[in-house]
């Protein structure tokens, strides 16, 4: 079992799921985060262009069975990217992921997910 | 040479101008003196800064429901709407809507209220106020209505067009509509068409021009297939308090007087927005099993929308009756835009056209003076041309504007949101950390 | 047949009437002819918005206290109470309030003023305005009253049963106190009771009633071990902002005029809710070293709701005591609550019954025709008859709601927010990425 | 006595007189007795309400603008600003600023008007209102323009500093400057300065000083390294649309009557501040491709400030005009401000130090009476005076408060949040989990 | 070292630090996230019923020791669990963790949690 | 590779990237959440101190490659430290990761960081 976490650009969000549920993901966390690579995202502020030190972004954590890693990465790669790629389309990390117990039931394991 | 609100008007006024003549012969000053009725101005004045306030208020009530990404950019069509039809209405509008008809009563015309240059020191000997006041009364609501448009096509278009179409609107659709309505030589005054306070001019007129628009333009990304929540239900309800309460302005100054009519009209919109209020929690409740508090800031502007024509000739029950019957059309007509499926986002037309029009028809049968088949006919009528009109000019106004500058926001402007596309702005950055 | 405000309007009173004869005169008509005098109209008229803007502002108020599962919630029982109370009052309370006194004068009726249709056309002679303002100006305080209450048991009460209760408190409690006090033939008024603007009517009977209402639904779950935070006080000031605002529409405009004792009353107002506020935050950075804006805000409503009673007697000095004593006063209350234990959510008896009752009695000391022992007795008397009669009364009510329909939101509904569960919203969808 | 707006008030200061004389006439009265006009009255008390709406509105305009972690404490610097200057005002400040002239007309005194005892019933004969609700009318002004000031070190002083600072500068700076302006023996005054409504004496005075101030204290800490986000950019809008509503009150209100001159100022003001929102963005879409609601905002703010001056002697063409010409100066100074370098953190000297004198200067252009050499003169001999005596006086307080209580908040204090170091809360509970 | 993270609803997130009082776990990180799993939780707009694409919930992230992991997943179970386990009640999931570092000590491993 | 997470003070955001950015880790992804510890930071009620159950608190995340792990925790501990440490200061945890994608090329790994 993996952790797929991804930070991608806030509107992409829906884009992002509707991939993910046509690669048959349907179960996600999602959270409001800000993030700061090499994108520069200009605001304006009284005449003056500042360029905010962390840019709003949206993180999305998906667990899930070691088979649905690659489609699922797939998933985001595709909703995520925008046109053929941009400097702040973000990141997937993808960490071990040790048990997962489904507080509902109790059930843990592959099958919990 | 201004007709608004002749029919409501008349115990009061008579009043006024009886106080009036008795000053001025008890002062054995000339009969042509127009002396200034401070007490009438200082209402007026006091509705001016009230309709002002419906402005912010509809800011907040708009921008709540949209979400996050676009708050700035709905609460800047209510803020651009002051600037832009601030300045137009004391350049040219106030000429074109109470200037004498000109192309056969399309417009008014008065080349001396050009910047009211000519009305520096006027004042009015109907009304006995400074004639300053009724030009900057008139002009809020000149700034209201296509603010209120705006809601119909809230979160998809470009910036720069609708400064442009609301501009190019208020010249071609409200101007020639409030002459037609309230000023003295305009053909649905002179037909005796009632519109206390715009059910016409505001309501429909900007409801039916936001349904035009909406449906020329589509429907926003996404709808109705991705539910599109509320970012801020508690600003729309501070939003819809202040909307309440600028509306006390609103009908009641267009009395123009502060006397015995004024009462009746602030009476009639309390009632009608109280009703309205209670009669959707209530539907809501028996319909869904709960009431919400979007639904109870709709009912009142349900409420208020259809009392709006009215106010000055029903009493206070048959304004209850009008805005809990409002409150029911209007819910309906939601309904049944979720079933047609067309994106009216913010229910401009839901709610003010078909409140607007329920208020302007229903009236006749709450009617202080008892029901007259001839009123029912020229209310159908007057409903009926403003209808046709706002939506034909409308359509024109969208089409050209569209072609020559793009009045839909581009797929990507839509997706990463108004503010930042077209204001390069956010507008709750206390939600990142920074 | 109207006493409000006998006390506190005999010199202006005497210059309007002198001025409404002496027009009457001039013009050679007839004596019985009520004129209306369009200034004290104005006036009115914007109190009325006035006093209505409070309402939003109590929302904003109470709604930033409470957490985020429950701000829809909280600030609906300010904005239902428009609704209900709204239309309730056209339709009888007016009667119950103002028409002669009947069973004994334990409220008063009079069958003209159903649904208002007795005074479609009445200028009041006493104050040369149309009778419809004053009722209108008049039925904003029963609007705001049992909104009052709602912060005594916010975050735990069941949204239906709440807007029965307040039906139902309103017609037996308010309107009987009401009559008591303002009406010319209520036993309070005629005992010479001074009550400006309604300190005993309004906030000593919310005060006291939110209190029988908190003891009997008990603690919010979790109180008072776990801390519950504001969710908003940035609009918990905003909301104050609005009600100092408003409140000169309540003080000012409750000497029904637009004279010398409304400017007295309006002075009056601004120097409590000065002197309060400014007192509040020296306790707190005397008590605790730090000044906080809740502090700030509780101090404003605490000025301004010991000088309602007073407004009209005290001078601007007396105010500022009133003002700075009755923060103290509820300063302390609010501690000892704490002591106490019982959970009065958003101390509505803290500052409304607390400071109501501190304004009621010790205004005989600030007194503009200086003290009288007569005075502090009847003051007490009238006092007590509130308090006692308010908490009885709310107490059947209370659990006569709550055996038939449940007043206390169930365990679930507690822990889930009263937003979802009672209204299907959220107040703040930007929290929530969708 | 009192010579506020002797200028632009000709035509309906007559009006009212002559109305009062033909009514105490025709009444046979004593022509010593003077006559309350409701009108006037009910306007004035308008207008005091809605000047005391601008504080709130200016808290929540600059609440909006500073980080999330000052909003409580920005906010709080225009709230206690009601609360102190409330007092004082009561207490002293009026004497001082409308008492006879002593030290050589430093400022007024009158012992009578301490805790204003000696106005308890007095009308005024020049305005037939009542003195009190001139003296809270004033008083409001007294009240908002040194939390104009706390835009200049937003962020960055200590409470208790603060609270201390404005106690004094309002005691030596404005209320001196108020004399010398308004009080009919007044220097300014009697140089025929014009200042209607404020222009030098409340933003002139309140920017130079909160440029200085700055100055002193230093920039933020990581100023302008580091982008200081607005928190809450959509309150800041609903801040600029009740300040809108507000200047109604205060300019309007500043012909302390309701008549022609009123309703010129009121029309004045509108003009101005549509022109001056509509530049802005005009100024921003040419200059930075897009049109900020800030700028908006700033727009509106930058066009009310300058036509504060002027709204008396200008038409409505000449206003906007003002307005324009004051949006791009200020435009200007504010892109000057970010080449120099320091911190005026939400630009009160860019916006009313700015804008305020752009308005006493140029007004000499737009006058309805034609340009007059000599009123250019004194004019810049009144912003000129203004400016120096404000700068030299705060910069003393300043250093002198700074060295008794320390102004500057502690570094660790501006790196937690003024909000929790020196009030122990925060604005957005909402924000956090609990 | 483990990190134990769980998605709960927002609701029980009082009941659930109670339970981990209980267990002795004192120290806790909370955030904010939506998700989506197979609940449908309605809301009404205009007298339609909308089930939002995303629902509300908590994340919490507790770093505890080895011997800590079962006290802490039984006490976020019985916090977290509704009447008997409903859709909804969300997820627990256990990732490894390699290092812990107390800030104001300096302080490694288990003995900074 | 690993995941580096920090929880700090909000207030020491911005100390910590500068340090950050003095150790070249210019990549960061912030959270605002909520925590318990040992700390007691009191606020005022209307006359009352009361302890907020959860501190409001910043959340960095960053992942890096092996050799950046210890620059990024010695930065951190610097920029996050207050006067020598002081309860409340928060924790660093570490955290494997197994793969780091970049959606705007889909590279994967090491220089994908
Ligand atoms: N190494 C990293 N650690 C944590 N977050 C990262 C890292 N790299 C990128 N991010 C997150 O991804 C977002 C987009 O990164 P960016 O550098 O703009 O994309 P790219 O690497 O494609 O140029 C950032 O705002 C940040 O939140
Ligand atoms: N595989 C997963 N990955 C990420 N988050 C998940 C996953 N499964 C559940 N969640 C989170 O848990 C919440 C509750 O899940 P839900 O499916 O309703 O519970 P259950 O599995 O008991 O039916 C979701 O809203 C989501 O935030
Ligand atoms: N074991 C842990 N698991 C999750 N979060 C933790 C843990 N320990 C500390 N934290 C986070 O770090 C913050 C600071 O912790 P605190 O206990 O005050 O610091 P210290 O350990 O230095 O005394 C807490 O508010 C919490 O958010």
Same mark, same amino acid.
Request: aromatic share 6%; net charge negative.
């Given at each position: 079992m993996k952790l797929i976490t991804a930070i991608i650009r806030e509107n992409v969000l829906d884009r992002v799921r509707e991939k993910l549920l046509a690669a048959? #993901?349907?179960? #996600?966390?999602?959270?409001?985060?800000?993030?700061?690579?090499?994108? *520069? =995202?200009?605001?304006i502020y009284r005449g003056q262009r500042v360029v905010p030190g962390l840019n709003p972004k949206m993180r999305l954590d998906i667990a899930c069975n070691d088979e649905f890693v690659e489609p699922c990465v797939n998933a985001i790669l595709e909703g995520a990217r925008t046109d053929g790629g941009r400097v702040g389309d973000g990141k997937i990390l993808i960490t071990p992921l040790e048990d997962i117990i489904r507080i509902r039931t109790g059930e843990r394991g592959g099958k919990a997910i | *040479?201004?007709?608004?609100?002749? $029919?409501?008007?008349?115990?009061?006024?008579?009043?006024?101008?009886?106080?009036?003549?008795?000053?001025? &012969?008890?002062?054995?000053?000339?009969?042509?003196?127009?002396?200034?009725?401070?007490g009438a101005t200082a209402w007026m004045l006091t509705s001016t800064a009230l309709? $002002? $306030?419906?402005?912010?208020? &509809?800011a907040m009530f708009y921008g709540g429901l949209v979400r =996050?990404?676009?708050?700035?950019?709905?609460m800047m069509h209510s803020f651009t709407a002051m600037g832009i039809m601030g300045v137009l209405w004391v350049t040219i509008s106030y000429a074109m809507c109470f200037g004498d008809g000109v192309l056969g009563g399309w417009f008014g015309w008065n080349p001396d209220y050009? $910047?009211?240059?000519? #009305?520096?020191?006027? #004042? *009015?000997?109907?009304f006995h106020i400074p004639e300053y006041v009724f030009a900057m009364f008139q002009g809020k609501f000149a700034i209201i209505t296509p603010a209120l448009i705006a809601g119909a096509f809230a979160e998809r278009v470009r910036f720069r067009s609708y400064c442009i179409f609301i501009a190019v609107w208020g010249l071609l659709v409200y101007n020639p509509l409030?002459?037609?309505?309230?000023?003295?030589?305009?053909? &649905?005054?002179?037909?005796?068409a009632i519109d206390f306070a715009g059910g016409t001019v505001v309501h429909i007129s900007s409801g039916i021009s936001g349904l035009v628009a909406a449906l020329y333009l589509g429907a926003r990304r996404g709808y109705p297939a991705s539910a599109m929540h509320p970012n801020n239900l508690v600003m729309t309800l501070m939003g819809a308090g202040l909307l309440w309460v600028g509306w006390f302005g609103f009908n009641a100054g267009s009395s123009v007087q502060s006397g015995l009519a004024t009462a009746q009209a602030l009476t009639a919109t309390q009632a009608a927005a109280a009703a309205g209020a209670l009669m959707w929690i209530l539907l809501e409740g028996w319909h869904q099993g709960k009431a919400t508090a979007l639904g109870f800031a709709s009912g009142i502007l349900a409420g208020l929308v259809a009392v709006t024509p009215a106010a000055g000739v029903v009493r206070p029950g048959g304004a209850m009756a009008l805005g809990a019957i409002a409150a029911c059309v209007c819910y309906g007509a939601i309904l049944l835009k979720n079933r047609l499926g067309y994106d009216d986002s913010l229910d401009a037309f839901g709610v003010h056209g078909v409140g607007g029009t329920v208020g302007a028809i229903l009236l006749v049968f709450f009617m202080r003076d008892g029901f007259s088949t001839h009123q029912f006919v020229v209310q159908l009528q007057a409903a009926g041309v403003a209808m046709a009109y706002a939506a034909v000019l409308t359509l024109v106004i969208v089409i050209v504007v569209d072609k020559v500058f793009g009045l839909r926001a581009s797929a990507e402007a839509e997706m990463a949101g108004l503010d930042h596309v077209y204001h390069g702005e956010r507008g709750y950055g206390l939600l990142n950390a920074n």
């Open positions: 048959e #993901i349907y179960r #996600i966390t999602v959270t409001r985060v800000s993030g700061r690579g090499q994108q *520069m =995202s200009e605001e | *040479m201004i007709g608004r609100c002749a $029919l409501g008007c008349g115990v009061a006024l008579g009043t006024v101008l009886f106080l009036g003549a008795s000053s001025a &012969l008890a002062a054995g000053g000339s009969p042509e003196a127009v002396t200034v009725d401070s309709v $002002l $306030l419906m402005v912010p208020g &509809l =996050s990404k676009n708050v700035i950019g709905t050009v $910047l009211l240059r000519g #009305i520096d020191d006027t #004042i *009015m000997p109907d409030c002459h037609w309505v309230w000023a003295a030589d305009g053909f &649905l005054f002179k037909m005796g």
